[in-house]
């Protein structure tokens, strides 16, 4: 049973462009919105996150997005670049203490 | 401060082994979770322990257990290994130092994980 819906599973943009991914969660108790990035051979690093009394919260080129009414929260890339290709999860920590729930993952392909 | 360390990186097993897998976590993170990472179910919830105890565990059979030492250390173990317990099995860690909800100000840090193929 899936809580967190994440789209789209892949993404490729070009170098300079925006880059969009979309999560959609159904429960409303989380206490934030963590969003992750995975490079192959490494584990998932800690990008950016929001707590949901605020709608947006921005970190030099990334930026989520969060909607509460919809339950929807998204990462923004500005200015992508090809360093930023790489595996993106959206979370949301479920069923207390420590246990996250992950999106599906967006593959991100910046080309030059 | 060193990040969360998992040993070993790679493992090849054949089936009906038996595996063990370790992780460090960051000084002073006294949780320690565990995710499994597949291509075709993404990451999943293993379990979680704080404090020596578990306190939440995900669906997985039995034959997946773990458990915490008295300075957070971390092992999982894998039993009567099948060829789908082929993935990367990432350890996390995080502050939690009031035993509660995993927080903005308390997130979870991954290690760089163990990959296991069963053959």
């Known amino acids: 049973q899936q809580q967190v819906k994440q789209s789209p599973q892949s993404l490729i943009v070009q170098k300079g462009g925006i880059s969009i991914i979309n999560c959609a969660y159904e429960?409303?108790?989380?206490?934030?919105f963590p969003w992750y990035q995975q490079f192959p051979g490494k584990g998932p690093a800690l990008l950016i996150a929001?707590?949901?009394?605020?709608s947006e919260k921005k970190e030099g080129r990334f930026t989520i997005s969060f909607n509460k009414s919809a339950k929807q929260f998204s990462l923004h890339i500005m200015d992508s670049q090809p360093g930023d290709s790489a595996t993106y999860f959206c979370?949301?920590?479920?069923?207390?203490?420590?246990?996250?729930?992950f999106g599906t993952g967006t593959k991100l392909q910046v080309i030059p | 401060k060193a990040g969360v360390t998992q040993t070993p990186r790679y493992l090849i097993k054949t089936r009906g082994q038996q595996v063990t897998l370790s992780c460090s976590p960051i000084?002073?993170?006294?949780?320690v979770s565990w995710y499994q990472q597949t291509p075709g179910q993404g990451l999943q919830f293993l379990f979680e322990?704080?404090?020596?105890?578990?306190?939440n565990k995900g669906n997985f059979p039995g034959r997946f257990s773990g458990r915490q030492f008295s300075n957070s250390r971390s092992e999982m173990n894998v039993s009567t290994l099948e060829l789908g317990d082929s993935a990367l099995y990432l350890c996390?860690?995080?502050?939690?130092?009031?035993?509660?909800?995993?927080?903005?100000?308390?997130?979870?840090?991954f290690g760089n994980g163990t990959r296991l193929t069963v053959t």
């Open positions: 000084s002073g993170h006294r949780s």
């Open positions: 929001i707590r949901p009394d605020v």
């Open positions: 322990y704080f404090s020596e105890t578990q306190r």
């Open positions: 996390a860690s995080s502050l939690d130092n009031r035993g509660l909800r995993s927080s903005y100000n308390s997130p979870l840090h």
């Open positions: 429960n409303t108790a989380f206490d934030y």
């Open positions: 979370a949301a920590p479920k069923g207390g203490y420590q246990k996250v729930t």
